[in-house]
Each structure stands twice: as structure tokens, then as C-alpha cells.
T-cell receptor, first 116, second 115 residues
Framework: DTAVSQTPKYLVTQMGNDKSIKCEQNLGHDTMYWYKQDSKKFLKIMFSYNNKELIINETVPNRFSPKSPDKAHLNLHINSLELGDSAVYFC???????????????FGPGTRLTVL | AQSVAQPEDQVNVAEGNPLTVKCTYSVSGNPYLFWYVQYPNRGLQFLLKYITGDNLVKGSYGFEAEFNKSQTSFHLKKPSALVSDSALYFCAVRDRNSGNTPLVFGKGTRLSVIA
């Protein structure tokens, strides 16, 4: 069974469109994350949710909106897509409660977004 | 503020030789330190971490790393490299007393093991 899964794996779309990426983890973790990896492989945190509550919200355009319907899911919706949004987006999860912030994160396979 | 530096973009090593991938960090307090590996078209996989205690940490696939507080370093090592170790390696740090501040990743080092 895949621990952290993302859909879709590839997403090709036109500028100005709205799109969503879904993430699910079956590890029972209480914290989930969205990262963006650019073309130079630089990895940057975007958001983090702990028990469905937003706890990390880095400097990201408000066109990006995360939604966590429950602890096992964290979706990313992007409005009015721009060329610069092209990247690989990774979802991750970890267990914080009872373990602390020293616990390792488990990453999904990534979603490659291409904006034309 | 916390930061991590991986001074080498690329490391090349012959199969069977020892390998080292360098990492230095900066935090105001004491660090949690991690190494992750990324294979092509895959997500990151956890290799090992330093929390406290023994400065030499052993992890997956025969990798180990040594925490050196005086040099603020956490270099990744393996005694004998395999071609299958070729991948992108990321060092990451969090200040132990920073609460829920995000994990900060280095820019990555591409390891190429040549047969």
C-alpha cells in the first residue's frame, strides 16, 4: 500500500486555469505538508496542517489555497495558474503529537505541474 | 533563523570507494538534522536523523552521518559506494526549540557513482 499518494501525477494546463492536486496518507499521521520543488530541485515548504489546522503558511501567493477535510487528506487548489507555477509539488506527512517535531516526514511521489 | 548549506552541487565517486556528501547548518539553538535521498521522478525518502546522543548516526542502505557541533556539520558518508546510490541528496535542519517552524532543506547534492 502506498503510504502517501498524490493525484494526478502529471498535470498540464493553460495559464489562467484553476486546478487541484489531491493528497492522501494512510500512515495515521496528524501533520501534512505541501512542498514546491522548482526546476533547480530547490525544495520549499508552502503549507502545513496539524489535525486539520493550518500551522505553517509560508510566503505563497493567495492563489494557492490548501484544504484539509480530515487528518488523512490535504488538497491544494491553485487559481489563475501562471507560468511560474510550473514545478513539482510534493505532499508529505509526519506524526507530531507524542513524537515531536523531530520525526521524519514521508513524501508522496510528486505532481509535475506544467503551465503553458 | 535556521539555514543549511550543501557546498557541492555534484559529487562523483567510483564504485567501491568511500563517499562523503557535505552539509553545514546554522540554528540559534540545538538542531534536529536529517538526510533525505531523491531518486529520479520520485519523492524524497528519509535516510537518517540526528536528534541527540551519539554523534554518529547510522541509517538506511549503509549510510551514516556524523554530527559535529563545533564545526556545525552533519556530513553524510558511506564506506563503499554503489552505482545504485546515484541520486540527489538533501540535508535538512530544524532548531530544536523552534516549535512548528518548518524544516529547512539544503539545495541538494547530486551524487554520481561510476562503475
Amino acid at each position: 500500500d502506498t503510504a502517501v499518494s498524490q493525484t494526478p501525477k502529471y498535470l498540464v494546463t493553460q495559464m489562467g486555469n484553476d486546478k487541484s492536486i489531491k493528497c492522501e496518507q494512510n500512515l495515521g499521521h496528524d501533520t501534512m505538508y505541501w512542498y514546491k520543488q522548482d526546476s533547480k530541485k530547490f525544495l520549499k515548504i508552502m503549507f502545513s496542517y496539524n489535525n486539520k489546522e493550518l500551522i505553517i503558511n509560508e510566503t505563497v501567493p493567495n492563489r494557492f489555497s490548501p484544504k484539509s477535510p480530515d487528518k488523512a487528506h490535504l488538497n491544494l487548489h491553485i487559481n489563475s495558474l501562471e507560468l511560474g507555477d510550473s514545478a513539482v509539488y510534493f505532499c508529505a506527512s509526519s506524526q507530531v503529537r507524542g513524537q515531536g517535531w523531530n520525526n521524519e516526514q514521508f513524501f508522496g511521489p510528486g505532481t509535475r505541474l506544467t503551465v503553458l | 533563523a535556521q539555514s543549511v548549506a550543501q557546498p557541492e552541487d555534484q559529487v562523483n565517486v567510483a564504485e567501491g570507494n568511500p563517499l562523503t556528501v557535505k552539509c553545514t547548518y546554522s540554528v540559534s539553538g540545538n538542531p534536529y538534522l536529517f538526510w533525505y535521498v531523491q531518486y529520479p521522478n520520485r519523492g524524497l525518502q528519509f535516510l537518517l536523523k540526528y536528534i541527540t546522543g551519539d554523534n554518529l548516526v547510522k541509517g538506511s542502505y549503509g549510510f551514516e552521518a556524523e554530527f559535529n557541533k563545533s564545526q556545525t556539520s552533519f556530513h553524510l558518508k558511506k564506506p563503499s559506494a554503489l552505482v545504485s546510490d546515484s541520486a540527489l541528496y538533501f540535508c535538512a535542519v530544524r532548531d530544536r526549540n523552534s516549535g512548528n517552524t518548518p524544516l529547512v532543506f539544503g539545495k541538494g547534492t547530486r551524487l554520481s557513482v561510476i562503475a
